[in-house]
């Protein structure tokens, strides 16, 4: 058996992670996940049976196929998943299982799949995680075979042997350490991150470094004319940040027509970077909207958007850069495309 077909617009993706029954479940939970399957790869036997694998003389490792649709979760963020929910330094087997069929390794099916799984391991050693060498093996897959219909969905048949399992594996418990790993990890680099990108300059600088209508539009609280500014019908994919720190402010996935003759978004793409404040200049109370680092003036929001939301956040083209989604990583703003490649048309 080699790959097995896919429906039209899905995809396929296998990982080896120790005991099937708990990656199976562990990617069966992900939003965008059709089906896992239990099954073994990598090894010389055809058609091997379980007990041959726990053998551990064929060769295969225990693994799961993961049937996926990329327009709802990208293979990034499956990888990122999977490097989660393994102990990737462990040559000898995963938790209390051990042996060969127990290794970890990625299977790519294409060499795009090679390239981001590689890609995604060498993130990985450089993030400094983990003391031990990174284990897992980055191999080509040839075949994979379903294993019996009893492991299919075990998680699901037999609960309370599962639960049993998984609880005296030491699984969960290796993963909660490493997510709080990850976590304070993730939270230094952002506060360093935005301490070193997103700072707003002096105002000398300042009158250098923007126009007029930049300047009054960020810094006096003014108003550009609607239907006479840059970005007011830009439909080409990206995001746009504050012209005066760079934050990452709004997506053009979130934009939409409004017929103001602004810019206008359904929602902030960093809730973060933005803040809002009452309004009551010009005889009325609006919601004013600025930058959290640089306190930008960037315009309004109003309650009456599309959906999903229902908002409008109505901004100035001259309070924004608008940098285009194949600028994004020489930009330095390499986080946010795997939102273009989930928003692909099939």
Same mark, same amino acid.
């Given at each position: 058996?080699?790959? %097995?077909p896919?429906? =039209? ?8 992670? /120790?005991? *099937?029954?708990c990656?199976? +479940?562990?990617?069966?939970k992900v939003p965008?996940v059709v089906e ?7 090894g010389r036997?055809e058609n091997p049976t ?7 003389t064929?060769g295969h490792l225990e693994?799961?196929q993961?049937l996926y649709d990329?327009?709802?979760?990208s293979?990034q963020e499956?990888?990122?998943i ?9 040559p ?8 060969h069929q127990?290794?970890?390794a ?7 799949? %090679?390239?981001?799984? =590689? ?8 993030? /400094?995680i *983990?003391?031990?060498?990174? +284990?897992t093996?980055?191999?080509?897959l040839e075949?994979?075979y379903?294993a ?7 998680y699901?048949k037999?609960?309370?042997h ?7 594996s ?6 909660q350490?490493?997510?709080?790993k990850f ?15 997103y700072?707003k300059p ?12 930049q300047?009054?539009v ?6 550009e004319p609607p239907?006479?500014?840059?970005y007011?019908?830009n439909k080409?994919? /990206?995001?746009?940040v ?7 402010l709004f997506?053009s ?12 978004f359904t ?6 970077n933005?803040v809002?404040?009452?309004d009551?200049?010009l005889?009325?109370v609006?919601v004013?909207?600025?930058?959290r ?8 929001v ?10 409008r ?7 924004l850069?608008f940098?285009p989604?194949?600028d ?5 703003y ?6 273009f490649?989930?928003?692909k048309?099939p």
């Amino acid at each position: 058996m080699g790959v %097995r077909p896919t429906p =039209e617009k899905l995809e396929q993706a296998t990982f080896a992670g /120790g005991c *099937f029954w708990c990656l199976e +479940a562990d990617f069966e939970k992900v939003p965008g996940v059709v089906e896992a399957t239990s099954g073994f790869t990598g090894g010389r036997t055809e058609n091997p049976t379980y007990e041959e694998v726990c053998t551990g003389t064929t060769g295969h490792l225990e693994a799961v196929q993961v049937l996926y649709d990329p327009k709802k979760v990208s293979y990034q963020e499956l990888l990122r998943i999977f490097w989660s929910h393994i102990d990737p330094t462990d040559p000898g087997g995963q938790f209390v299982d051990r042996g060969h069929q127990y290794k970890t390794a990625i299977f790519y099916h294409n060499e795009e799949q %090679r390239r981001l799984a =590689e890609q995604s391991k060498k993130e990985l050693e450089e993030r /400094g995680i *983990f003391e031990k060498p990174i +284990a897992t093996e980055i191999r080509r897959l040839e075949r994979f075979y379903p294993a019996e219909d009893y492991h299919q969905d075990y998680y699901k048949k037999n609960p309370f042997h599962y639960q049993s399992y998984r609880a005296g594996s030491g699984r969960d418990q290796f993963f909660q350490s490493i997510q709080e790993k990850f976590q304070r990890q993730q939270y230094k680099q952002e506060t360093k991150r935005s301490e070193r990108k997103y700072r707003k300059p002096d105002q000398s600088t300042l009158r250098q470094k923007l126009t007029p209508l930049q300047y009054h539009v960020t810094q006096e609280d003014g108003t550009e004319p609607p239907f006479d500014n840059e970005y007011w019908d830009n439909k080409a994919e /990206g995001i746009y940040v504050d012209v005066v720190s760079g934050e990452p402010l709004f997506s053009s996935l979130d934009k939409f027509d409004s017929g103001t003759g602004w810019p206008s978004f359904t929602r902030p793409l960093e809730p973060d970077n933005i803040v809002e404040r009452e309004d009551r200049r010009l005889f009325t109370v609006r919601v004013e909207v600025r930058s959290r680092h640089a306190d930008s003036h960037l315009g309004h929001v109003f309650p009456d958007g599309p959906p999903p939301t229902g908002l409008r956040y109505c901004i100035n083209s001259a309070a924004l850069r608008f940098i285009p989604k194949e600028d994004l990583e020489k930009e330095g703003y390499g986080e946010y495309l795997h939102l273009f490649d989930k928003a692909k048309d099939p």
